[in-house]
């Protein structure tokens, strides 16, 4: 895994121009069926793949916290909402609340989430490629292709899938 996460960047940069014109074609041209293939890909990959052999989401990127995932969490926590945002949170430049520091605080030596159950939504829904109008998050998708191995290899297989 750690030779697959070491040379994922630089795969991901070398895909990105073709990458990017790929999925400016799809946003002109979006094919009817383009969710239920992403379902259908997204399913594959994630039978083969265990997140726990990397995390790297978890170690590299911080999820954005919306205001439910505070209070579910604090919960969790047995702490007030404002305990949990000065102890673990910080605003950043969209002014939206983010981990304070990467890799995740919540994040054990085993790359297991100590607040899975309860973990945001961010968290919940990565890497993305099983969301409906899936078009409207390639630039995400972009980012995370770099990030998460499962993303690369799912955008790799759309474009042998729906060729455009």
Excluded at 15 to 23: L, P, V
Excluded at 81 to 100: A, C, H, K, S
């Amino acid at each position: 895994m750690n030779n697959i996460l070491n040379n994922l960047p630089k795969e991901a940069k070398d895909k990105h121009i073709e990458n990017k014109k790929y999925f400016d074609k799809l946003k002109k041209k979006t094919p009817k069926n383009l969710d239920y293939v992403m379902q259908d890909l997204h399913d594959a990959e994630f039978k083969k793949t265990d997140c726990l052999k990397c995390a790297n989401c978890c170690k590299t990127t911080g999820p954005l916290f919306t205001d439910a995932d505070i209070e579910r969490v604090s919960k969790y926590l047995r702490q007030k909402p404002q305990q949990f945002i000065e102890q673990y949170l910080r605003i950043d430049e969209d002014r939206d609340y983010v981990l304070q520091s990467v890799p995740c605080t919540f994040l054990d030596n085993e790359n297991a989430c100590m607040i899975y159950d309860v973990r945001p939504k961010a968290c919940r829904e990565f890497p993305h490629t099983d969301r409906k109008k899936f078009q409207q998050i390639t630039d995400l998708t972009l980012e995370n292709v770099a990030i998460c191995p499962a993303a690369f290899n799912i955008v790799e297989e759309m474009k042998k899938k729906m060729p455009l």
